[in-house]
């Protein structure tokens, strides 16, 4: 159980939704507020429910990237820009966890996932996050269903 806990689970979408949020805001650069980070929490908390990618094919972890995305942008049905470019950002989030999957590893996920949020938010608002080293995963011996190991970009080599 604890293993499952270490590399699955819905709480990876909060985190790719938080890390994002809160970066933005310790930036400096868009005014993200309690609100924004309260509504976006729970947007995905209402959608990134356990199982989901297999439901779906949509892993919550772009759920959690699309609700925010979705709340700094104010992307609703009757919106035109806002709407096409959080759908964009969603759909790049999604191409690139498909690249990781086989099997699952919601951590490698998040990664990813912040990874193409932050190049979205260059492109969308001129944001440029300070670099920082490419992370190294710690948590392959746990992998209840196999770690990709070479396979994945963040395997320690």
């Keep these: 159980m604890i293993a499952s806990l270490v590399t699955f689970g819905c709480e990876h979408a909060l985190i790719a939704a938080g890390a994002l ?70 759909s790049r989030v999604v191409h690139a966890i ?6 699952c590893c919601c951590k490698a996920f998040v990664r990813i996932a912040l990874k193409v949020a932050e190049a979205a938010c260059d492109e969308i608002w001129g944001i440029n996050f300070s670099p920082i080293p490419e992370p190294v995963c710690v948590h392959n011996q746990v992998h209840p269903h196999g770690c990709r190991e070479e396979k994945c970009p963040y395997f320690a080599r």
């Design 98 to 103: 498909a690249q990781l999957t086989g099997p």
């Design 21 to 90: 949020l809160v970066g933005l805001r310790n930036s400096g650069q868009l005014p993200v507020t309690d609100a924004i980070l309260q509504e976006a929490m729970q947007r995905t908390q209402r959608q990134a429910i356990g199982g989901y990618c297999g439901l779906t094919g949509i892993c919550g972890v772009a759920v959690g990237v699309g609700a925010a995305f979705s709340v700094l942008l104010s992307a609703a049905c009757p919106k035109d820009k806002e709407t096409r470019l959080t759908m964009e950002v969603v």
